[in-house]
């Protein structure tokens, strides 16, 4: 099972860390949909940490990181942008994947909105 958390409000140039709550041996990742967009991958790492993968969108401004023994992978949010306003997802695959229907399990939302 996986459950987001850790979303809220914040002003442009702020920082936001997303919490999600995930068991197993899985390479977790996080997608964010907007209204009326599609839901879009934002970043992922594998179990143990060793591979990370980002949207160009969010590169030098998003980390992706987990603490294996906590079953928690996090997703440390700064230089926000109010662009990246979206319901943030996690998901997770036994495979190393990067498109959303090749995850195999998904946590419920949690809103980031950043105002300008």
């Known amino acids: 099972q996986l459950q987001a958390s850790g979303g809220g409000l914040v002003q442009a140039g702020g920082s936001l860390r997303l919490s999600c709550a995930a068991s197993g041996r899985y390479y977790v990742g996080w997608f964010r949909q907007a209204p009326g967009k599609e839901r879009e991958f934002v970043a992922a790492?594998?179990?143990?940490?060793?591979?990370?993968d980002y949207a160009d969108s969010v590169k030098g401004r998003f980390s992706i990181f987990r603490v294996d023994t906590k079953n928690t992978v996090y997703l440390q949010m700064n230089s926000l942008k109010p662009e990246d306003t979206a319901v943030y997802y996690c998901?997770?695959?036994?495979?190393?994947?990067?498109?959303?229907?090749?995850?195999?399990?998904w946590g419920q939302g949690t809103q980031v909105t950043v105002s300008s």
């Open positions: 790492i594998s179990w143990g940490g060793v591979t990370t």
């Open positions: 998901a997770a695959s036994s495979r190393v994947v990067r498109v959303a229907h090749e995850f195999d399990y």
